[in-house]
């Protein structure tokens, strides 16, 4: 009776060590999300800023050497 007994045990323990880590890569999974979504909006309004510049640079009739 002991040795079911631990094994059931360490079957328990497994599967609450398998749960602490899925939580923690669905934690860091969310984080990098936020990351790159936060990366994406620089991204796009260095973008934005660059393409102002060159428009503006165009209108003024100056080319870049």
């Known amino acids: 009776m002991f040795w079911p007994m631990i ?4 079957g328990f ?17 969310q984080r990098l ?5 936060d990366t994406t909006r620089k991204v796009n309004r260095a973008a934005e800023e660059l393409e102002r510049a060159a428009v503006d640079l165009a209108g003024a009739g100056e080319t870049l050497r």
Not at 13 to 29: H, M, S
Not at 33 to 37: E, K, L, S, T
């Open 7 to 10: 094994a059931i045990a360490l």
């Open 13 to 29: 323990l497994g599967i609450a060590v398998l749960g602490v880590l899925a939580i923690k890569v669905f934690v860091e999974a």
């Open 33 to 37: 999300g936020r990351q790159v979504a």
